[in-house]
C-alpha cells in the first residue's frame, strides 16, 4: 500500500462529509425537477405542434362535411362532457389551487407548468372559435375531451409541486414571504 493509500484509508472519516447541509439537498433536487420539467415541456410543446397540424388537417377536411344538430347532441352525449363534469373539476382544482401559498422565491420554479397552462388555455379558445365557426365535430370533441384530461392533469401535478415545496417548507422553514400562484 503506497502513502497516499495508507493516509486515504487512516483518515477516511475526516475526508467524508458527516451531514448534508439541507438546504443544498434541496436545491439540488429542486435543479433535478426543473431539468425533468424542461424534458416534460419539450414533449408537451411537440405533441402540442403534431395536435395543431391535426387539428389544421381536420379543419380543412371539416369544411367539406358539415353535421346537423341532432348528431352535435349525439356526439356531445357519446364524449359524456355533462356526464364527467370536467368544467366543474377544472374550477375546483383551480379554486383549491389559488388559496395555495408557497415562498415567493420558489415561484419561478413553477414558470414552466404555469406556461403550459396558459397554452392549455389558448387551444381552448381556438377549439371554441372552430365550433362557433364550422359547428361541432367529432375531432373538436376529441381535441376538447383531451384539453380538459390534459388541463386536470396539469392542476394536478402544480398541487403535487405546491405540496412537495411547502412539505419542505414546514421542514426547513425560511423566512421568505408566502405567496400564491397566478392561476
Do not use: C
Amino acid at each position: 500500500m503506497t502513502e497516499l493509500e495508507k493516509y486515504i484509508a487512516d483518515n477516511k472519516d475526516q475526508l467524508e462529509p458527516s451531514a448534508v447541509n439541507p438546504k443544498i439537498w434541496l436545491a439540488i433536487e429542486n435543479e433535478v425537477l426543473k431539468s425533468k420539467e424542461r424534458r416534460k415541456s419539450l414533449y408537451l410543446k411537440i405533441v402540442s405542434v403534431a395536435a395543431v397540424v391535426l387539428l389544421g388537417a381536420f379543419i380543412f377536411r371539416g369544411q367539406w362535411f358539415n353535421q346537423s344538430s341532432r348528431i352535435e347532441k349525439e356526439l356531445i352525449e357519446v364524449y359524456g362532457f355533462q356526464s364527467h363534469q370536467f368544467a366543474q373539476r377544472v374550477h375546483n382544482r383551480k379554486r383549491t389551487l389559488s388559496k395555495a401559498k408557497i415562498p415567493s422565491k420558489q415561484v419561478e420554479d413553477f414558470e414552466v407548468l404555469l406556461q403550459q397552462l396558459k397554452y392549455l388555455d389558448e387551444q381552448y379558445l381556438v377549439y371554441l372559435k372552430y365550433v362557433e365557426d364550422n359547428g361541432y365535430q367529432s375531432f373538436i370533441g376529441d381535441q376538447l375531451l383531451n384539453y380538459y384530461r390534459s388541463k386536470i392533469d396539469l392542476l394536478d401535478r402544480i398541487q403535487q409541486e405546491i405540496n412537495k415545496v411547502n412539505y419542505y417548507e414546514h421542514k426547513f422553514p425560511s423566512n421568505d414571504k408566502q405567496v400564491g400562484l397566478p392561476i
